[in-house]
T-cell receptor, first 112, second 113 residues
């Protein structure tokens, strides 16, 4: 069965710390997504990766296709970064219509 | 910035009743999706829709569920004969194609009593 595993499940850090969230998957994918879910429930897409590295502001996402592993980094973390960060993948069987398979998410709390 | 809108934000329904969840995708998007998230669990894929037909569906999406794009703007999920275990947050998403991000609505919280 195709699985997406995230670690850690929960992470509490102090403001300013460098944060790393990890994601691994079991078989080859067409793309990997990092998403953010706030307490109200809404989901926001942060990155979509099929190779290499992407950066947006203080967020950096990397993917290693050979190792089937991706990381999301947050530099200079801030309390407003507190949210659930979710890794999701598409397995590439149906082109743009592929549904995403989600990990369980990492609950991040940044304390002032 | 264009966004996906979902209505209602919260729906309470008696078990056994039919419910329709509504979504307005971003206007130039071609691919549409429904996902659900049972409280405390991960988000699960239900169905994708392209070119006026279902493209892919999960094993969750059985005969109890149906989707429709009744006009050029709306995308609906119908759940017939609702069960207690259908209680969840339902998310609509839309996208422009492969290797493009999916844009999510804020969700409809469905509570079955």
């Amino acid at each position: 069965k195709n699985e997406v595993e995230q670690s850690p499940q929960n992470l509490t850090a102090q403001e300013g710390e460098f944060i790393t969230i990890n994601c691994s998957y079991s078989v080859g994918i067409s793309a990997l997504h990092w998403l953010q879910q706030h307490p109200g429930g809404g989901i926001v897409s942060l990155f979509m990766l099929s190779s290499g590295k992407k950066k947006h502001g203080r967020l950096i996402a990397t993917i290693n296709i050979q190792e089937k592993h991706s990381s999301l980094h947050i530099t200079a973390s801030h309390p407003r970064d507190s949210a659930v960060y979710i890794c999701a993948v598409s397995w590439g069987s149906g082109g743009g219509a592929d549904g995403l398979t989600f990990g369980k998410g990492t609950h991040l709390i940044i304390q002032p | 910035e264009p966004e996906v809108t979902q209505t209602p934000s919260h729906q309470v329904t008696q078990m056994g009743q039919e419910v329709i969840l509504r979504c307005v995708p971003i206007s130039n998007h071609l691919y549409f999706y429904w996902y659900r998230q049972i409280l405390g669990q991960k988000v699960e894929f239900l169905v994708s829709f392209y070119n006026n037909e279902i493209s892919e569906k999960s094993e969750i999406f059985d005969d109890q569920f149906s989707v429709e794009r009744p006009d050029g703007s709306n995308f609906t999920l119908k759940i017939r004969s609702t069960k207690l275990e259908d209680s969840a947050m339902y998310f609509c998403a839309s996208g422009t194609g492969e290797y493009q991000p999916q844009h999510f609505g804020d969700g409809t919280r469905l509570s079955i009593l």
